[in-house]
């Protein structure tokens, strides 16, 4: 079997949402899933790219670079309706299969992907199956209080040297006081836009030192002219679904992620899943996800494990949380605990501004 014929077969899918489009990518994902593909952690594991929405300027740029990453076979098509996600996957298909169309697209691109500053790594595997061995027993009910937010394999992210990141500074400027009377180098590490398991559009800068984020700064890449045609998934039991999948997707349990946004489609659908129930029963009853959040993202309706029970008991009060916030509440924190708490916060980026803010020294 040729690359081309494994690549239609086991095709892995990396998801581009613009801020907006929700409901197209949640369409997305359930295809994905129905065809028996998965859903891709970095544009390195991604045979094709799918753009959820219209990007505007500078989110188009990202996109174009996170498509220069893509290794060959690849496809990359824009769909911008729930409706049209089966068509645009029946093309992008058959263009995964074209060995000429392949041909032509190795023959034009360049030797090296071009640099340039957008981080585009994940912290987790991306594999939205959930049937891997490697899943977290999030179950467990034993002592694990020796666990550190840091062994959790969503914190292992594997960004591109020298285009995605600028190099660590040698001294001087580039270099900040430690409490542990160490010199270590400072990094500027963007996250996102294009990022599994992130709100769409939101670009957060950040400026580590060693793995702890320092200071932030965030802004969110907005779509181009036109508004959805589809409703929007934020407020809904859907999204609050869709948050906790995105949440546990990102503490490592990858079967009980899963299972929640089949919750989430069967609503989508306008059925009742009988399932959910069961499910927020065993997710609330989860020590080591419970130990996991708790602390982390402190607001004052409470922490990401709080915010959590309320998406599952359905009695989350929505509320705005401001781009100052986002960078107040990750500075400090590893990048891996700092994700957690972005995802637990649901950002709904469709009415962001782009103005940046600022936080941390």
Known sequence: MDLRSL??????????????????????????????????????????????GRPGARLTGAVEHVWGQLPGPRARTEVTTAEAVPAALDRAAAELADGAAQRRDADG???D???GTTATATGDDGDGDGDGDGDMDMDMDDGSE???HGDM??????????????LAGGGGDDQLADPDSLDLDV?????????????AGLLLHTTLQGDLVVAARAEVLLPADGSPTDPPVHGTAAGRWDAVSTLLALAGWDDAAVRAARVRDELLAGGQPPEADRLARRITRSRL???????????PEGDAHDRLRHWLA?????????????????TGLDLASARLVVASLDLDTADRVTVPVEAGT
């Open 109 to 111: 691109r360049p030797a």
């Open 289 to 299: 996800l419970r130990w996991s959040l708790r602390g982390l993202g402190r607001l």
């Open 314 to 330: 359905g009695t989350e009060q929505r509320r705005a949380t401001e781009l100052s916030a986002v960078a107040d509440l990750v």
């Open 146 to 148: 020796d666990m550190d």
């Open 7 to 52: 690549a239609a077969r086991r095709t892995s899918v990396l998801a581009v949402e613009v801020p907006g489009w929700s409901r197209t990518r949640c369409a997305l994902e359930q295809h994905v899933r129905a065809r028996g593909w998965r859903l891709a952690g970095s544009p390195a594991d991604a045979d094709l790219l799918v753009v959820c």
């Open 113 to 115: 992907p071009d640099p």
């Open 153 to 166: 394999d969503h914190g292992d992210m594997d960004m591109p040297m020298p285009g995605g990141i600028g």
């Open 187 to 199: 990094l500027h590490v963007p996250l996102g836009p294009v990022l599994p398991h992130w709100p």
